[in-house]
């Protein structure tokens, strides 16, 4: 696995999200088009990558597996009815000021909500994307400006391979015929050997998306991963991130008001009916509906 890391930028404040009916990739330069914003940079023009060690995460762990479990059980006994803005950026608050530079955020790039909270309460903060090679360009273009416009580290996680070694050694189009495989070898591992490094992480994962996130707790002990885990939007509706993008001026991904309710990597991402399950366009007729990061 290699990370390579986005330096953050300086706070010049963010872009204003796409309004319902607008074009797809009129957000402030996210996407196809150039940017016409001039504080927000086309990706074309992406903020230098540092490269990182590929043998695994130069940091290393602070707190001991036991002490990990205790501080998961404090925060979801005193955080687990977190509701709203202040709810959640209470209990982000609160792990930052256990866990320091021992906490990262995990984002899709869907939207910058979650990397927005996380600035408040932890300024410079760590930001984990998964950089697959599949990804929309919509999605590369919101993760540039997340890096130029928030008070944020983004680090981009890959996979051991690139796409076209994946290709020769697989075969192309693998996510076609064994995305459990493509998933794994471009997400999940990756991801796995980045959090080795770090004492918790935090997700943007909401109960209303799915029925196998209705019971998502705002904070637990990530068994798979071994460190705490804290979902402080868990409560969240979808009106209720779209209100506080608007009221506070976050960048969301263009295609999140295209038809795209939840976006991934996009061969494996379709546009679904309103109403619909939001992670029905997730690897349409696989019989799929996650990618293994939170299962």
């Not at 290393?60 to 009815?81: I, K, Y």
């Not at 075969?171 to 050997?193: F, I, N, Q, S």
Request: hydrophobic content about 40%; some cysteine; aromatic content about 4%.
């Amino acid at each position: 696995m290699t990370a390579q890391g986005v330096e953050r930028g300086t706070d010049r404040g963010v872009a204003r999200p796409r309004r319902h009916g607008a074009a797809p990739g009129d957000a402030s330069g996210v996407g196809s088009g150039p940017s016409t914003d001039p504080d927000v940079a086309p990706a074309t023009e992406q903020v230098a990558h540092e490269q990182a060690p590929a043998a695994g995460p130069a940091r290393r762990r602070t707190r001991t597996e036991a002490e990990l479990r205790a501080l998961a059980e404090e925060g979801q006994r005193r955080f687990g009815d977190a509701r709203g803005v202040d709810g959640a950026l209470a209990v982000l608050g609160w792990v930052a000021e256990e866990l320091g530079d021992g906490v990262a955020v995990a984002s899709s790039m869907a939207n910058a909500v979650l990397p927005h909270l996380a600035s408040r309460a932890r300024p410079g903060v760590d930001v984990l994307f998964l950089e697959t090679g599949y990804h929309f360009a919509e999605t590369l273009g919101t993760r540039d400006a997340v890096a130029q416009t928030m008070d944020v580290r983004v680090v981009d996680v890959r996979a051991a391979l690139t796409v076209p070694e994946q290709d020769a050694r697989y075969g192309a189009r693998l996510h076609d015929r064994d995305p459990g495989l493509c998933c794994a070898m471009r997400k999940v591992e990756p991801l796995r050997a980045a959090l080795a490094g770090y004492d918790a992480w935090v997700t943007g994962v909401r109960r209303e998306e799915t029925s196998t996130r209705t019971g998502a707790p705002v904070v637990q002990f990530d068994e798979k991963h071994g460190l705490v885990k804290v979902n402080p939007i868990a409560a969240w509706s979808w009106d209720e991130l779209v209100g506080y993008a608007e009221e506070h001026g976050v960048l969301l991904n263009p295609l999140l008001l295209d038809g795209f309710p939840s976006i991934g990597c996009a061969p494996c991402t379709q546009r679904v009916e309103p109403g619909a399950d939001p992670r029905s366009g997730r690897w349409a007729g696989l019989g799929k509906t996650e990618c293994g990061i939170h299962t």
